[in-house]
């Protein structure tokens, strides 16, 4: 089955705290990979992506991400996480078989001071 | 500036009415989509539309129906059959299907 799968619902981590978003793919989705933010009543914002070359994709707002082909996975990353990166982050696979992205459900990820 | 705009940004309508929802795209990308958002959920797939003149259904297309008679315009179309269209509504484009897609600021849709 084609799927994209966030493995956590929500993340709640405290301000200059790292934190890692985590998502895995069906091998069937292909490897255009993409992470999006969503703010409070806004529509989605491209955070990075992944269509080849280097495995590690860095991104706006001090976010990465790192392609694992053996893992099936592209898990986003920031060191030091803000209050202001309070949101939800969505995974999403661009799929070979039915032509259209798939996305991950969702993770809020909760900053707390 | 290049890029999505959706309108209104809120919208209320009795039930039993018919309400359409506006979706423009000046990024000349030949796909379009319209999602669903409820509270607490993800994404879901209403309506896509790859090519003009051509859309297809997606997972919640009971009670919507779209048309493309445009390149740059895709409007969503609730219907009195949508038994619960109370919802956040949001439109995107793409390239082509599998490529990064561009979102609309969303539409609030409440049915009072």
């Known amino acids: 089955a084609q799927s994209v799968t966030q493995l956590d619902s929500q993340v709640p981590v405290f301000e200059e705290a790292p934190v890692e978003l985590r998502c895995n793919y069906s091998s069937s989705v292909s490897v255009y990979l993409f992470w999006y933010v969503q703010y409070p009543n806004q529509g989605l914002q491209l955070l990075l992506k992944?269509?080849?070359?280097?495995?590690l994709v860095k991104g706006i707002n001090g976010f990465e991400a790192e392609f694992n082909k053996s893992q099936t996975s592209f898990h986003l990353r920031k060191p030091s996480v803000h209050i202001s990166d309070t949101a939800e982050y969505f995974c999403a696979g661009g799929s070979s078989n039915t032509g259209k992205l798939i996305f991950g459900q969702g993770t809020t990820l909760q900053v707390k001071p | 500036d290049g890029g999505i705009t959706q309108s209104p940004k809120y919208l209320f309508r009795k039930e039993g009415q018919n309400v359409t929802l506006s979706c423009e795209q000046n990024l000349n990308h030949d796909a379009m989509y319209w999602y669903r958002q409820d509270p607490g959920q993800g994404l879901r797939l209403i309506y896509y539309?790859?090519?003009?003149?051509?859309?297809q259904k997606g997972d919640i297309a009971e009670g919507y129906s779209v048309s493309r008679e445009k390149k740059e315009s895709f409007p969503l179309t609730v219907t009195s059959a949508q038994k619960n269209p109370t919802a956040f509504y949001l439109c995107?484009?793409?390239?082509?299907?599998?490529?990064?897609?561009?979102f609309g600021p969303g539409t609030r849709l409440t049915v009072l």
């Open positions: 995107a484009s793409s390239i082509t299907g599998i490529n990064e897609q561009f």
């Open positions: 992944y269509l080849s070359g280097s495995t």
């Open positions: 539309s790859q090519i003009v003149n051509d859309f």
